[in-house]
């Protein structure tokens, strides 16, 4: 590498300095000037700038802003003078070793420089065939470079550990590729993910995408149907070992994703629903459908559905107030699927309407049997509703509720119940945070949730 072409600093007109043109490609971040403003306007420029013998600069780009900034007349520059353009934007990467870069910016510098290591990197492979072939033919082989990898060298240059740079090309790659949304990136360069944190999300949407895309090319295929492949329970327990997201994992958008838990039923316990209550070309309606996990399933049982919520979470779900009743839109029903959120413990939105945010337990008893009352309303004779509770005791004023059984309690007094099925959630479902937390503090979670079908009092059957 070339040295310093003089040790002593020379003075040099501000103006007189040309920025490097790869420096604003790369360095993006929006580092704010203001310090060291404050710091150059009271004690000058100390360390020096370091600039070629024509005078482009390679390090020293805020300082020289902050100098034309303060109309300096003269700041202290280093020369130097590269090579190569190889050796000329390794200079300006590692003058920048100590800065604090966004994830962007390593990026960037990875892009700069990987032609040049991936040109070595060739060379490198093309003498070890060479050696390798003389060597076949009893020659000697001459000394062959250490086995190096590009990564490693690259890593090196930007002055990082080699999986970390990994990471942040794979983030990169997977956003350019949209196979992971944007705002994951924003995140990381912002600060408020970790490049090991931002690189999990990533991995996971691009798992997911994969698994939707084969989801959505098995709903494609004329002969696929959701109803072969389940393994129907012929009792009034339907348990599950896994909580199977497939259907929503196709409707979902990425802030779910994201999110993590939001309490969509598995989809073999709609499905289950389905298969008892329906049948092919039947109309099922959703009022609370988040991200539209019936109506995925719906579909691909061939079944027709329309699903609304307070916030959809999918774009096939239309914005609604479920306490106002069914819109005028919506169809009559076969079946009214009802899964209102379990009471106060989740909340869905910061809407005050939001059932989440029952002010107690009384007022979110009182809005999901009103919301099951209104919406009976759509079913046509001889179809059902069918509600989906958490079986949870929680506190009422001074005495616990039995959420469930109130529910059920309730939904008599609008129609007939039909049955009551169990279904414990496997305990894989359970954030293992909450079960510490339960053991702990001697709770205990309730893995049932209870299903109600209902007929109406006037439906013929
Ligand atoms: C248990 S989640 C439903 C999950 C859904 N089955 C799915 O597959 O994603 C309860 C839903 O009720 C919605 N919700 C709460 N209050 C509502 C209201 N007043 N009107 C309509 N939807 C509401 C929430 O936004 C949430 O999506």
Redesign the pocket.
């Known amino acids: 590498m070339s040295e310093p072409l003089d040790t002593a600093p020379i003075l040099l007109p501000p103006t007189s300095l040309t920025p490097h043109p790869q420096n604003d490609a790369i360095y993006v971040g929006s580092t704010s000037d203001l310090d060291l403003h404050e710091s150059i306007r009271r004690e000058g420029i100390l360390e020096p700038l370091v600039a070629t013998s024509s005078n482009v600069l390679l390090s020293g780009h805020r300082r020289l802003r902050v100098a034309l900034d303060l109309e300096l007349e003269t700041v202290p520059v280093r020369r130097i003078d590269p090579k190569s353009a190889e050796e000329e934007v390794n200079l300006l990467v590692a003058f920048n070793t100590q800065r604090k870069k966004t994830a962007t910016e390593i990026y960037h510098e990875a892009l700069v420089l990987k032609p040049y290591y991936a040109a070595r990197a060739a060379e490198r492979q093309a003498e070890g065939r060479r050696a390798g072939a003389a060597a076949r033919h009893g020659k000697s082989t001459p000394d062959l470079q250490p086995r190096r990898r590009m990564i490693d060298e690259l890593a090196a240059a930007i002055g990082i550990k080699r999986e970390m740079l990994r990471r942040i090309l794979r983030i990169h790659e997977a956003i350019e590729g949209q196979t992971a949304p944007q705002r994951i990136l924003d995140e990381l360069n912002e600060g408020r993910l970790s490049v090991h944190e931002a690189y999990r999300r990533v991995r996971r949407c691009q798992r997911l995408a994969r698994r939707r895309e084969s989801m959505e090319r098995a709903l494609e295929s004329t002969d696929f149907n959701y109803e072969d492949q389940l393994d129907i329970q012929p009792f009034d327990v339907w348990e599950f070992r896994r909580r199977d997201n497939d259907f ?1 994992d196709i409707a979902m958008d990425e802030d779910v994703i994201i999110e993590g838990s ?4 598995p989809a073999q316990l709609i499905a289950h629903a389905l298969a008892y209550w329906t049948k092919p070309g039947d109309m099922v309606v ?9 109506e995925s399933v719906a579909r691909a049982m061939r079944r027709r559905a329309v699903s ?4 959809p ?1 999918a774009d096939f779900v239309a914005e ?4 106002k009743g069914p819109p005028p839109e919506c169809p009559p029903a076969d079946l009214v699927f009802l ?4 009471g106060l413990t989740h909340e ?2 910061k809407d005050p ?4 945010r029952c002010v107690s337990e009384d007022a979110w008893l009182g809005a999901v049997l009103d919301i099951a009352r209104r919406w009976m309303t759509v079913i046509k004779p001889g179809g059902r509703m069918v509600v989906l509770i958490g079986s949870e005791y929680r506190r009422n004023g001074d005495q616990m509720m039995d959420r469930a059984w109130a529910v059920g309690r309730g939904l008599e007094t609008l129609g007939r119940i039909e049955r009551r099925i169990q279904v414990p959630y496997a305990t894989s479902m359970f954030d293992p945070r909450r079960t510490a937390h339960a053991i702990e503090n001697r709770w205990m979670l309730s893995r049932i949730r209870e299903l109600f079908a209902i007929v109406s009092r006037d439906s013929s059957s």
């Open positions: 929503h939001y309490g969509s039923p959703d009022p609370m459908a988040g991200r539209g996990q019936v609304f919520d307070l916030v979470r609604h107030d479920a306490m899964d209102p959120p379990y869905y939105s309407r939001d059932l989440s």
